[in-house]
Structure formats: structure tokens, C-alpha cells
């Protein structure tokens, strides 16, 4: 890494020769091999805007040109390139996150890994440099891993070649692929322009014509090549996709020929008005594990023997996505009216299972949730149950086509949110932490959180058979966790996992943390408390059995790992209010923070959802001092304070 470890900002890159360049590609390409084989990550999309990133931060004066990239997961070369080179704690708590953070250098704006919003924010900045006097900055938007798919691009572009003053440069990192092949029409026409033999001959043979001029002949091919571009389109048909959007194109070229990069780099730079700079790239470049996986060319992997690309990760138990998986294709394969639909995300969400045995009755929709969503909505009215199945923190984007498009019209859709509550590494933007208290406000809408493999079936069989409402099943990343059996159900549902004698505290939890509860309530035994540990199974509605169980404790306390502002507590406790019952609630989940990436054990220990901080809350709410304040016992009744301490010592 000899070179690599000279370039602690982008202006090292300025001396050096193409020679030099070149084999510090090859440095990086091994340097990141290396290292996220360690740590887990985005692999394959990094591999392959290597030689992009090095042309991209040449050509432009980052941070005073701003930089945004879409999506953020493909930044890590740029990482290397403005400083950061230590990725022995990629991902993980007080290390370099795995997108763009602002406070790791001034060189990341745009934190977000929400795909196909850059285009919106270079506009927006772009406008504001032009409106400020600041005309000299540049904006470089990286369109890729199939970006392009989603709507808001196009929505930007619009506005974009409406106003063609300002100095903006889009980068269309054109690899054919988001996490699998990229889907849709536009992914269709950009593989035929990447492939025609047409253009690339013609293109190399008129470069080659003037290359053997010399000096002055390659500076006349670079200054007419705007207008030879009029011709090349014409063996292209470019401008099918382009000339109505007034707005200037160069391409497409070779993403890992540093020349062609920087030289369309500079062209683009040079023409003050919005240029689209097509590149074709491959994903995994340079690393043959990644090139032969043929599902995603190493998207995104956990630790991994450099090498050969082999898992050295190890699963206890199987993953809630693969129960999920398994399950919906014996549901599918007895009903015929199911179908799957996902945004970009066939093999992350395992609708992949259901595509190889149906593949008519699978649509992967590229990353546009809120068409999938809505189209959702037709299929239901055609007479089909469509199981939308994205990640939870994507369903934030399709708010209002579940509000207006489903729940409105009343259509049998049921949506599965896969790595709900805290993911961990990704941090931010990732965490599904915000589905609960968004989603429970649509009218009608029924909400599952199952706790176990066992429940997940049972639910997910439940959810397909509602034909006049939105159902959502949610579950965590990874394994699944212990299976805890029932004492009893009771007729509406919920499942009652632990009684006491004493009806002290009733302990309601949310999914996985059915085991937090249960940890709850053995400590509160410890200090001769009584805790009830239920899981609703569907947590919104509130069940009656609910709320006729916190009549008789002295006090709630609801356990969810979503945030609690507007949360199922606070649901719980406004239903208990309705129904005339004034037991306690203490609602205990996330802050209305954006949480750190860590894993998720560091995460609940940060913000107290650890069984000792709440045992001893409760422990001090039911003995009267802490708020919120256990209803006093009855006149006969006593707690026994002699038992060990072991809740507040362990």
C-alpha cells in the first residue's frame, strides 16, 4: 500500500502519473478486500468506482466543489481518498460509519442512504451556490446502483434541465445492477447502449484517427467531441433518452480507464451548464469472488476468507428472512392469489424463493416503494393479495400511498418489514425504528411483531387472509431468537408468556423483546414482585385482553424496540384511558434520536433497555418513588422487601 498510504487528502492525487494512478487503484482495490473481509460491508459496489472516485476528486476541488453520492454505501473509496484509511472499525461503534457522516470530514455531505435523492440535492445546491454569488463551485451528483431506478431522479432532472446556468455535473456510475440486476425499461436501455458494438467501434476508431495526430489533434478531438457526440447518437439513439431533457450528455465511456474518466470529467466541468456523465462500470471489479456471485457480485457481505469470498460468519439458528421466505411460498403454493412485490430488494428480502418457484408472481419494481405500493393497491383491487417486502426503514418513503392508495380504499395488502428496530451497523438511516409509530396511525390498519419463527408462520397466515385492510408483519435482522411457548392465550390473541400471584406489574412486550420482558419479570420476582409478561402477537389494535389485564396490575410497562414517541405504549396508554382504566404506563423504547451505528446490544445498553435499568425502574415505581407511580396496594396486601437484591446488583 505504498501509494495509498501517501493520499491523506485529494490534492496528493494531483501529481502523480497515470502510471502511478493506476497502480494506486490496484492498491485500493486489495486494501478494501482486505479490510471489509473483516469487518462486513458494501464490497462489490466499491470495487467497482475506484478509478470514478480518483477522476471525480482530480477533476474537482472537494469540499469546495460539493460531492453527494447515491447511494452513500459506495463511498468508501472516497473514504480513503479525503483521509480516513482506518477501517479496522468499519460499521461498528466509535468507527468510520459505512456511508457519508458529516462529522467524520467535511469532505461527506449528504448522510442519507435512501437512494435517488442526489439529483434533489445537488439541485438544491447548486441553486443556492448560484443565487449566493458563489458561481465558481462545482456539485458532483454519483448516481448509481440503480438510483436511476427511483422516481425522485427523474422528478429532479426535470427541474434541473429547466435551468441549465449552473454548474452541476451528474455521474451516472451505470453498473447494470442495484443489489441484483437492476430492473425496468431504463435499466434495458442503458444495457443496450453499454453493449452495442456500433458506438464503441466507432468511437475508438474516430479517438484512434486523431490520437495519431498528436498533441494537436487530440486537443481538436476534445474540443468537437461535443458535437461529434450528435453523430455517435445517431448509432446509439442516445437521444431517445436524452434530447428531450435538454441537457448535456457524454458517453458512454469506460469507468475504469482513468484517461477517459478524468477527460469527460473535465469536459463536464468545463461546459458551465448541467452535464450527465454516463460511466460504465462493473460491480466487484478486480476481486473474482465478487464477479462470480452471480446473486448480488458481493453487495454487501459480513466477515469473509479474502481469498476464496467464503462466509467465516456461523448462524445458530436460522434467519427471520429465510422463515419468512420459506413460509410465504408454502402459503402461495395453496393460494393462488398471492403475489410478492419488492423495491430493488428480491434476495434481501428473500422474495427471491417465491420468484424461482413463481417467478410470474413476483415484481421487483427497482427502488420506487411508493409505486410498488400503490401498484399494490390495484393488484388487491383486481383480486390478488400482494405481500409487499421491503426493509422497515424504506417503508418511510411509501407513507402516503399505504395511507391514501391502501388503507383509504381498504385493500388487502400485506406488507412484511424486514430488519425492523435497531439494525446496527448501518447505522442512521438503516435502524427500522420508525414504522410502529408512523404506520399505527392508518385507520384500520392491524400491526404484527412476532417473537419467534413459530409466531412469524402464524402470523404471516393470519395477515394474508385480511382481504379489507393493510396488515404489516415486522421482524428483526438476523437469527431468529428462542422460542418461548404460551401459559396460555387468551380468546382475542394475545399470548400470556408469565403470571405471578401477585398482579404487581404487567409487563407488554413487543415482538423479540418478549425475552427482555421475561428477564424483567424474573429480577422483579427476586424483590417479591408479581409481574404478567404478555405479547400481543398483533399489536395494533390494542387487544381488549389487553386492557382488562392492566385493570388488575398496579402498573404498565410496554417494552418495544421502535421509538417511543408515538409508540405501542403510547397507544396502550391512550386505550386504557378510553376504557375508563387509569393504571400506569411507563413507555419504554428508542429515543427520538438518530441512532449511532453499534450493534444492537450496545445501542439498548446506551438507552437503558437492558433488563437491570428496568427492573430497577419498576422495582422504584412500584415502592412509590419514581414516576411513573405503581397504584398503591390493596390495605391488606404487602411486598415482601426482604428478598435478595439481585435486580439491582447485576
Known sequence: MELLRTIREPRDLDALTLT?????ADEIRRFLVAEVSKTGGHLGPNLGVVELTLGIHRIFDSPRDAIVWDTGHQSYVHKLLTGRQDFSRLRQKDGLAGYPQRAESPHDIVESSHASSSLS?????????????QGDRHVVAVVGDGALTGGMTWEALNNITDDNS????????????????????????????????????????????????????????????????????RFTNNEALYSNLDIKYIGPIDGHDIRDVERALRQAKEFEAPVIVHAITQKGKGYEPALADVADQFHAVGQIDPETGESIETASAPSWTSVFADELVRLADRDDRLVGITAAMLRPTGLHKLAEKHPHRVFDVGIAEQHAVASAAGLAYGGLHPVVAVYATFINRAFDQVLMDVALHKAGVTFVLDRAGVTGPDGASHHGVWDLSILQVVPGIRLAAPRDATRLLEELAEAVSVDD???????????????????????????????APHKDVLIVTVGPMAKLGLEVADRLADQGIGATVVDPRWVVPVAGSIIELARDHRIVVSIEDGVRVGGIGTRIRQDLRAAGVDTAVDELGLPDEFLEHATRGEIFERVGLTAQAIARDLVAQVLGTRIPVARPLPDDATIDTTANDRSTQQ
Open 469 to 499: 385492510a393493510p396488515t404489516v408483519i415486522r421482524f428483526s435482522k438476523g437469527s431468529v431468537g428462542t422460542e418461548f411457548d404460551a401459559v396460555r392465550r387468551t380468546d382475542d390473541g394475545v399470548d400470556v408468556l408469565r403470571e
Open 166 to 233: 449552473r454548474n452541476l455535473v451528474i455521474v451516472v456510475n451505470d453498473n447494470g445492477r442495484s443489489y441484483a440486476p437492476t430492473i425496468g425499461g431504463m435499466a434495458r436501455f442503458l444495457s443496450s447502449v453499454r453493449t452495442r458494438r456500433s458506438y464503441r467501434t466507432f468511437r475508438r476508431r474516430t479517438e484512434a484517427m486523431f490520437d495519431h495526430l498528436g498533441s494537436p489533434g487530440r486537443a481538436f478531438y476534445r474540443g468537437v467531441r461535443g458535437g461529434l457526440h450528435g453523430f455517435l447518437s
Open 121 to 133: 440535492w445537488a439541485d438544491g445546491i447548486s441553486r443556492a451556490y448560484e443565487m449566493t454569488g
Open 20 to 24: 502511478q494512478l493506476e497502480q494506486l
